[in-house]
Structure formats: C-alpha cells, structure tokens
C-alpha cells in the first residue's frame, strides 16, 4: 500500500521532490569531489616521493656477503633487497621492500635478530610508509593524516545532511495532515517512517549517482587546470587522475548515509505525531504578532516588519545557509588581503630589495670554500658579469673599553638597543669571500686592497627611532679600533685584524642579524685562522650576476652552464632570480586558487540552503501571501516584500565579512609598518566586489523563481483546507 502510494505521490507532485533531488544532487558531487581530490593528492604525493627519494621500505647498513643477502631475499615478505651502491661505504646499506607494508616492522625486527644486526643501523622509508598509513608501534605520535580526512569528511557530510534535512522537512512538513489522516485511520509510526524513507530513496537514488560522477569528472577537471597552470614550475612531475573502487565506494557510502541522516530526523518527527496534533498543525508560516522588526520596519514600513517576521520564522531553516555564506565570503577576503599583504611585504623585503644583488645562486653542498676551486672558471662562463664565492660563519665577538661607537651610546647603548642583559658578548657574522672578490669589494668601498685583515659592516639598527620596514642605522663600533677581539677554542681569544670599517655590504642575497656585527673576511685570512675558531656553514655559495637587463633565457642559460660545470664532481643546487619570481608567483596563485575554491564550496551550499528553503517554502508562502491579497495588499507590495528578504540574507554575510576583514587588514598593515596607501593601491577590490555581487545576484535568483512561481499559481485556492492528493 505505502509503496503504491509513495509513487503515487512522487508522479502527481514532481515539483514537490526537486528541491530534495537537487540538495541530493549537490550533497553527493561535494563527497565525491571531496574523496576524489583527497585520493588523487595522495598518490601524487607517494609519485612524488618515489620518485625524490626511492622505492624501498627499509634501510640495513652492515657487512653483508652473498649468503647473508641470499638469506634476506629468502623472508617471507621481503619482495626485493638489493645494495645501494651509492650509499655504501664504510658499510653495506641493503635496500628492502616488502609485499606487505603493514609487516614492514615486524619483519625488519625478525631480520635483523636473525643476521644479529644492531637496530642502530636500520633506518625506514618513513616518509613513503606513514603515507600509506603505516607507522612505527613505538611512535606515540603518529601521523594525523587520515584522522584529519575524515574529520573533513564528517563535517562535510553534517552540514549536507542539515541542508538536504530542510529540504525533507519543508516537503514533509507540508504533508502532516495527509499522515494525521492516516495514522487516525490505523497506520502506524514506523509504517509512515518507512513510506517516507522509501520516498527519500526513490527521489535520491538518480542525483546520488549523476552527483557521484560529476564530482568524479570535477576532480578530473581541477587536476588538467591545475597541470596547465603549474606547467612551468621546475622539478615537478605531472599529475595523473587516478581513481580507485575503495573511493568509489567511501563516497557512495557517504551519500547514502548523508540522504538517510537526513530524510530520518523529519520523518521520524512526523511519525511520532499524534492524529489530532497533525490535523492542527498549520501548514504556513506562522508570524507572531507580538515579534517587533524595528531597524526594517523603520526603513521599509509594514513590508519590512513582514518580511523581517517571514525571516525569523525561517531562522532555524537558514541557519546553515547564512554560516556558510558568511564563512565563505569572509574567508574570501580576508584570504586576499592577506595574500596580498604578504606580496607586498616579500616584492619589498625580497624581490625588489635583492633584485640588483644576483641572478643566478648556486648552493655548493659540503663543501669547504677552502677546497673549492672553480670559483675563477665560473667567472669566465659567457655572461657572467660579476661572481663571488663566499662562505659563512659565526662567531662571538669580545668589546673592550670605548669599544662602542659614541652613537650607540647615546642610543642607550647596545643592551637596549638588543634587548639584552648583558653586553659581554656580541654576536659576529663572518661571510669569508674568495680573494679576488674580496679585492674587488675593497676597491668597491675605497679601501686599501689587502687579504690581511677584515672588513667590517659598521652598522647596527636604531630600533628605538625607527620601524623595521624603514630602518634607520647609526654607528657599531669605534672606528680607531685596529683589531676585533674574538672568541676563539676553549676560551681563548683571537685577534682579528681590521683592514676597514664600512656601511656598504657586497652585493649578495643575504639577510644579516639585526644586532651582529657582521664581518667580511678574505679567504687568505680566514685560512689562518684556528679549525675550530669560528662555527662555520658547511656550504659554500655562489652569487652570480649576468648581463645587464638579462631575460629568463639568458639567466636559464647561465645557470645549466654553471651546473655542467660544477656537477660533474660536486653536489650543487641552483636557482635565478626571474625563475624564482615567477615561481612564486605561481605558488601564491595556486594556494589562491585552493583557498577560493574552498571558499566557493562554501558559498554554494550557503546559496543551495537558500534555493532549497526558497522553492520548499512555495506552499506555505503561498497560504501566507493569499492572506496578505484577502487584506488589500497588492502584487507589487509582496514582491518588495520579497526583495527586502532577498537583501538582508546576501547583505548579511557580506556585511559581517567586511566588518571583520576590514578592522583586522588594517590592523595587520600597521603591525607589519606598511602604509595603508600602499595596500589600497593592490586591494583586492574588484575580486571581493565580484564575489559579493555573485552571493546578491544568486540569492536574488532564488527568490525572483520563487516569485515568478508564486505569481503563477491560483493563490485563492490556497485558502482552502488542503485536501488528500
């Protein structure tokens, strides 16, 4: 019978289930989307690793001969174990994979108790295993990544299952007398929960499907854009779509349990009704009299205190709808100004700052400036106007008596200046530069030539006068000081001796310690000193400049010559300056893109809130507004009434978003020193405009259909007590 009447109903009321096919619809494209992005970032991550770091599970470091390996290979388990060549040195490092990841440590423990290996010497491919949700039983901590994926997914899933709930309340709910009838006439809660369940059923079953597969052609999409998009960043390999059974079925189970979540709670309210509390309960919105809209009733007059009370009776309804659009368009602009404060601030304290100061750096891994001895071939590379090869170190330095310059002292001396308790110790900065381009920074800042002694930047920031974004620099040291006093091993001094004093550092792409005193040191000189004296990097670095006005091919050119002519020995790594700009660029453009289509996920079930609740609401609007014609009031004052909710329900998350973006932006403006001008000359205006328009004309969608189908439709039957379909 039920389900003779259910389809019944669903053929002679199609217009009653689509505002619940389409939240169904939305609902399964969301998880399949969600699932589908979520399992094609993770192979591409173990892509990514396999191909940076390796396919193995297991590292054994030991002396290992034919039998021992043989032995290896002959565990259950173990799919392949083979030297690594390049790794073994003082010892054998053999290289294990297994069949079965999930007995990658049980197995490696038998192994080694077996070959009687210290645990020591074993090292896991932890990276690759805890991506596949394998970790060690003696981590405590181990890696969140699937926990957060489904917390993601559970909160995706309760707020689709409070959409699509009003969707299924506001159909059900305009059937209560129909089932007061029936439950007076014997059927019971469980049978009414059934035949609305099964309705539920019938009307999802296609959008659940159709939303499965879009989601799985979106994620496909999103992937070929984001491949175009990230074309040209250097050293990444290209993404594959890829999709599994099991992710097929997550998001299959996830929609069916999302529909039926929400299908539930209505009817099971229904159900539990009794025949007279059904046959009394109203159909239409019920304004009460003594609710007082006074900003709206100020503003608009009577239609303003109707739609005002229309809106709080649908507060409950909307409730999801306003959060999502209000975090949507928050988190919108608020995303876009902070990415374009952080542009700012890096294009002035990176890009533009340093722009003049390389093209080409190539980092010189393990490798002492001492022992390197290519720096005069990378000079003579063609297009190579400039380049200097320099290492870093740290150290301490000893003040003496007068020792700090009379500037400083009138500053407050340098504890205020640091913020320090003690000034016994100053911390020193040494870049040791190649001869020949310390030569040319002496010529540079009108010193004597000479290897013999030290340069030193003689500068220390006035922070009590100035901002970090426009600093002001007074005097370090005394200049007639002749030698700097260092810290050097186990307690002794080291007596530098000081070729110039200087406030002109060499063009490099360096930042220096606000409160160091930084020293330039010739390679000669530094090469007398003690081994140990100073904590040195164990890196060397080369800045290189290329021709004037040099264009992306040029310095691409320069920096595969440089590598072909360093790498056939040594292990660099190399960059340039247009490159790594444009580099950036891309990436803020990405992690915008991921950000605003989050955001955009948010505003459509925000916006897929309000057309369900707008077209299920259509039969109680239309009792209600029959009665408002019965009083005199005309087709023109209802449809005011109708703009006056459409604009309070898009301008209020756009009002709140900018009431809490605007306050914050400039609050962070001035706690970084920029000026606000500034900011207001790249202010995201005509995004965050564009989106704001979007939220207005969507809403403002939803209700022109609501009107359009309430204009069309006989109010005056609407009066009348609802009769069994």
């Not at 645990?119 to 295993?129: F, G, N, P, Q, R």
């Not at 004052?637 to 703009?643: A, N, Q, T, Y």
């Amino acid at each position: 019978m039920w389900k003779e009447y259910s389809k019944g109903y669903l053929k002679q009321n199609r217009s009653a289930g689509v505002s619940v096919m389409a939240a169904a619809l939305l609902a399964a494209f969301f998880l399949s989307l969600l699932c589908s992005l979520f399992y094609n970032f993770w192979a591409y991550d173990v892509e990514r690793i396999l191909l940076e770091e390796g396919d193995w599970h297991v590292r054994i470091a030991g002396s290992f001969d034919r039998e021992d390996l043989e032995l290896i290979r002959g565990f259950s388990g173990v799919d392949r174990a083979e030297i690594n060549e390049g790794l073994s040195e003082d010892k054998t490092v053999v290289e294990l994979r297994f069949e079965d990841m999930g007995d990658v440590y049980k197995e490696t423990a038998l192994i080694c108790g077996k070959l009687g290996i210290d645990m020591a010497d074993v090292s896991w491919h932890e990276t690759l295993l805890s991506r596949y949700f394998v970790t060690d039983p003696r981590d405590s901590e181990p890696p969140l990544l699937l926990p957060f994926f489904a917390a993601v997914l559970l909160v995706l899933c309760v707020s689709l299952v409070l959409v699509i709930r009003t969707a299924f309340e506001i159909s059900m709910q305009a059937r209560v007398r129909q089932f007061g009838i029936f439950s007076s006439i014997g059927a019971t809660p469980g049978q009414i929960r059934l035949c609305l369940v099964q309705e539920a059923a019938a009307l999802c079953a296609l959008p659940v499907l159709a939303g499965i597969l879009l989601g799985t052609a979106g994620c496909a999409g999103i992937l070929e854009a984001v491949n175009r998009f990230a074309a040209d960043v250097p050293g990444r390999h290209e993404a594959v779509f890829q999709y599994h059974p099991a992710v097929l079925l997550v998001t299959a189970i996830s929609a069916v349990l999302t529909v039926l979540c929400s299908a539930w709670a209505p009817a099971r309210k229904l159900s539990r009704m009794t025949p007279l509390q059904a046959l009394r309960e109203p159909t239409g919105l019920q304004l009460k009299k003594k609710s007082r809209q006074r900003v709206l009733g100020s503003l608009f007059g009577i239609e303003g205190e109707l739609a005002g009370n229309a809106l709080k009776m649908q507060k409950k309804a909307l409730r999801i709808s306003n959060l999502s659009l209000t975090l949507s368009f928050l988190g919108f602009t608020a995303m876009l100004c902070f990415f374009t404060l952080s542009g700012i601030s890096t294009r002035y304290t990176y890009f533009e700052r340093y722009q003049d100061a390389w093209d080409v750096m190539v980092t010189v891994k393990d490798t002492d400036l001492a022992d390197f001895s290519l720096s005069e071939q990378v000079r003579k590379i063609p297009g190579v106007r400039g380049s200097i090869s320099y290492q870093k170190a740290d150290g301490t330095v000893l003040p003496g008596e007068d020792w700090f310059s009379d500037r400083l002292v009138e500053a407050g001396g340098y504890k205020v200046l640091a913020g320090t308790e003690s000034d016994g110790q100053i911390p020193s900065q040494v870049v040791v530069m190649d001869d020949a381009s310390f030569l040319e920074y002496c010529q540079q800042i009108g010193a004597e030539p000479g290897v013999w002694g030290t340069v030193v930047l003689n500068r220390i920031w006035d922070s009590t006068s100035s901002s970090f974004r426009e600093r002001a620099y007074i005097p370090f040291v005394n200049e007639e000081k002749e030698t700097l006093a260092m810290g050097g091993e186990d307690g002794a001094t080291l007596d530098i001796p000081v070729l110039s004093y200087t406030e002109e550092a060499p063009l490099l792409r360096e930042e220096y310690e606000d409160y160091a005193l930084v020293q330039f040191m010739p390679l000669s000189l530094w090469k007398t000193l003690p081994g140990q004296a100073l904590d040195k990097d164990r890196d060397t670095f080369i800045r290189i400049l290329g021709p004037e006005g040099a264009d992306l091919q040029a310095l691409d050119e320069i920096e595969k010559q440089v590598t072909e002519l360093l790498t056939p020995s040594l292990e660099v790594e190399s960059e340039n300056r247009i490159q790594e700009r444009l580099t950036n660029d891309q990436m803020l453009q990405g992690a915008q893109m991921i950000g605003g289509a989050f955001c955009v996920l948010l505003g459509v079930i925000g916006l897929a809130g309000i057309f369900t609740n707008t077209f299920g609401f259509l039969r109680q609007r239309k009792r209600e507004f029959a009665r408002y014609l019965a009083v005199g009031m005309d087709s023109g004052e209802m449809r005011k009434i109708f703009c006056i909710e459409a604009a309070v329900i898009a301008g209020r998350p756009i009002l709140l978003g900018l009431g809490i973006t605007v306050p914050v932006t400039v609050f962070m403006a001035s706690a970084s020193h920029l000026e606000l001008s500034v900011f207001l000359e790249e202010a995201p205006f005509v995004p965050v405009s564009v989106y704001g328009a979007c939220i207005v004309l969507a809403v403002a969608m939803a209700y022109w259909l609501g009107v359009r189908r309430l204009a069309g439709s006989d109010l005056s039957g609407c009066l009348r007590d609802d009769a069994l379909n």
